[in-house]
């Protein structure tokens, strides 16, 4: 199994819009679809939820990693046995890290996340192949979010 997902998306838009869809939490929240509870800032803990359709029990919780202006943003972010659980800080974390490119016409965005050996072996594989497909998604809904659709 491979223990990385990779996504990639050239936007017509410059990095400073970019970097303002990933790093303002409001802004984040619209095209992720999640309410989340306060700006992020490195080393914090970022609470909420998700508001996907099919996806709202879950709770957003991450820890802002690093955000260093208009190249990276990155958070960990749990997997929890049960997303009910009222407390995530046993869970495994993976890393989730966006960098941005400066391209002709636009930018180029960049989503790795990693760390999924972390993962128990009985859940690694349905985290895995869940994430691979919401990343997909993801670069969808930010494209659509830049492009004010």
Do not use: C
Not at 84 to 102: G, I, K, M
């Amino acid at each position: 199994m491979n223990e990385r997902i990779i996504k990639q998306i050239e936007l017509k838009a410059p990095v400073s819009r970019v970097w303002r869809a990933l790093t303002d939490h409001v802004e984040f929240g619209k095209w992720f679809r999640a309410k989340i509870d306060q700006p992020f800032a490195v080393g914090a803990v970022s609470t909420g939820h998700i508001t996907y359709p099919g996806y709202e029990h879950y709770r957003w919780h991450a820890v802002v990693e690093k955000m260093e202006r208009e190249r990276l943003f990155s958070f960990r972010w749990p997997h929890p046995a049960d997303p009910n659980d009222a407390d995530y800080s046993t869970a495994p974390f993976t890393l989730v890290e966006f960098t941005l490119e400066p391209i002709e016409g636009g930018t180029r965005l960049t989503v790795v996340e990693s760390g999924f050996e972390n993962i128990p072996p009985e859940r690694r594989d349905t985290a895995f192949r869940e994430n691979e497909g919401g990343w997909a998604e993801q670069m969808k809904n930010i494209e659509a979010h830049i492009r004010g659709t």
